[in-house]
């Protein structure tokens, strides 16, 4: 219960990060425990997004292959569903927004200690541990954002082709829905492959992260 309390309290001083990172190094949580903790949710909820993606492309399918009849319901299907890849959309971009925080603080961290160093052996070592680490979380951010990228556009022409729907309940908005689907399956498919990329990174990152057992 205590430490349930504690818990709740450092995330309340979460909005200033020097505290957090401060309150959490008290509890035996090391910045770089965070950044693999980070990691490991910015990889959940890009698995998640690309599963909302392709349901929702199933969907947008599905809505093309209707009877005039059943139009209204799927609209009100696929409407949610686009608003379920929006929320994952969201929830991608902030993960990778919290990944980015931490780590930089980790290497500033880092980076100020290598002064602390009396031998010099050690401290080439570091250095270079702090360099290869740098350019690691560089392929993994490059990753990540170029699979985030890749979610906009399609929130695009989601949005249009369920407003375009709501307006015109009929045949003329299922051709017009069918011509765009084949677009979306291609602009989704390269979601998926990217997101992928990047769920393979995001796992070799945390391997590399942490400590040998």
């Known amino acids: 219960m205590r430490k349930s309390l504690l818990l709740s309290s450092i995330l309340i001083l979460a909005g200033c990060s020097s505290t957090y990172y401060g309150a959490m190094e008290k509890m035996g949580y090391a910045k770089r425990d965070i950044l693999v903790t980070r990691v490991e949710k910015a990889q959940t909820a890009q698995e998640e997004a690309k599963v909302q993606f392709t349901d929702a492309l199933q969907s947008f399918l ?62 080439s070592q570091s250095q270079q541990q702090l360099a290869a680490t740098r350019v690691r979380y560089g392929e993994l951010m490059t990753a990540m954002r170029r699979a985030a990228a890749r979610m906009e556009p399609i929130l695009v022409s989601f949005r249009d082709q369920v407003l375009f729907l709501k307006h015109n309940l009929n045949a003329q908005a299922l051709r017009s829905l069918d011509t765009t689907s084949r677009a979306l399956q291609g602009d989704i498919a390269n979601l998926v492959r990217d997101m992928e990329k990047s769920i393979k990174e995001a796992e070799a990152f945390i391997r590399e992260m942490k400590p040998a057992k």
């Open 62 to 123: 599905a809505v093309t292959k209707v009877d005039g009849g059943e139009l209204k319901l799927k609209y009100d299907e696929l409407s949610s569903q686009l608003k379920q890849c929006e929320s994952r959309a969201t929830e991608v971009n902030d993960r990778i927004g919290a990944i980015d925080e931490v780590a930089n603080a980790l290497f500033e961290e880092w980076g100020n200690e290598l002064a602390q160093y009396s031998n010099v052996s050690l401290r």
